[in-house]
């Protein structure tokens, strides 16, 4: 999979009712409300059963090639931009990357997706209007364009850099570093990993640790994206920081984070599986049978994920095949 980041700048306006008058929206109030402003973007970039990758219709290579696009937020040196993800199943020549600039900025000029720019944001500071456009001092860069641009020698979203999806954005930098940990050392970036905490230890203040540790991981809330996936197909495209809590036909299953990586790698894991206390092996190929329904959060501050799976198909045979591993049983 190839991934290609395009960026922009973010204008806004922000909504004081009590005094009715609108102030221009200020980085100060994009950080303070990232998780709410993140969960609108989600929602209206996936509506009725489309994603924005569904209206690309500029160049045939670059549409045979695409597997996602995604809007999000970068924050580089303390200042929130505009990303935009594009993942491909092959590289694009220059056309295809100048098709895919002029695409984005026709999409973010005319307010994005189901019009995420029109939609207020309700926060404790007011009603905040996000845009992805500015007429007098808009641009689009590509990776290293950005780089030039910024004067920054890594971007929080390099293709290197793993992604946690976690129900809130880290607000402080020692809880940001705890997940980023896990996550470098379980994409087998442990020399990342020590690097990240000796430079965010070096910082004079926790703002400045938080921006290091962003310059290697990547946070992105998880919301709709995962409903009609498998197991397997979660812990293959999400790196979740504890695990899930999963109502199948069969039952519990409760799979920790270092489960999801051995899902990962196409091995058969320990469980809880109906009985509450009482571990079974499941196999691999049991874990694809499933698709998720629905899910909630565990817990306020817990980014284990509680959900209910509905199977696609009757096994065509529910007996024990191996000593020791059990098949999945219809309710």
Request: proline share 3%; aromatic share 10%; hydrophobic share 35%.
């Amino acid at each position: 999979m190839l991934r290609k980041n395009f960026y922009f700048p973010l204008t806004g306006t922000i909504y004081d009712k009590d005094e009715g008058e609108e102030y221009p929206l200020s980085n100060y109030h994009i950080r303070d409300n990232i998780d709410a402003i993140i969960r609108q973007l989600d929602k209206d970039q996936h509506y009725d059963n489309t994603t924005m990758m569904d209206y690309f219709d500029d160049n045939p290579d670059v549409k045979s090639k695409l597997e996602s696009i995604e809007w999000k937020l970068v924050n580089v040196n303390g200042t929130y931009y505009g990303c935009v993800e594009v993942e491909l199943s092959a590289e694009i020549d220059e056309e295809g990357v100048n098709d895919l600039k002029e695409w984005i900025t026709g999409q973010n000029s005319d307010g994005l997706g189901e019009g995420f720019e029109q939609h207020e944001i309700c926060t404790d500071d007011g009603d905040i209007y996000v845009s992805m456009w500015d007429f007098n001092d808009y641009f689009i860069d590509t990776e290293s364009e950005f780089k030039t641009r910024t004067g920054v020698d890594r971007l929080p979203n390099e293709n290197t850099n793993p992604v946690c999806y976690v129900r809130n954005i880290p607000k402080s930098a020692f809880e940001a570093m705890n997940k980023a940990v896990w996550a470098l050392i379980n994409k087998g970036m442990r020399d990342e990993a020590t690097e990240m905490c000796l430079r965010a230890a070096l910082n004079n203040n926790e703002q400045a640790a938080h921006q290091t540790v962003l310059q290697y991981v990547q946070y992105q809330v998880v919301d709709n994206k995962m409903k009609g996936l498998s197991i397997p197909e979660i812990a293959d495209r999400y790196l979740l920081i504890d695990g899930i809590e999963a109502m199948t036909p069969s039952g519990y299953i409760d799979l920790s984070a270092a489960d999801l990586v051995k899902v990962r790698n196409h091995e058969s894991v320990h469980a809880h599986l109906g009985e509450t206390g009482t571990e079974h092996i499941i196999p691999y190929d049991e874990l694809c049978n499933y698709r998720i329904q629905d899910f909630v959060w565990k817990g306020e501050n817990d980014n284990t994920l509680n959900a209910l799976f509905v199977d696609d198909f009757v096994p065509e045979s529910t007996e024990q095949t191996e000593p020791g591993n059990v098949s999945v049983q219809e309710m």
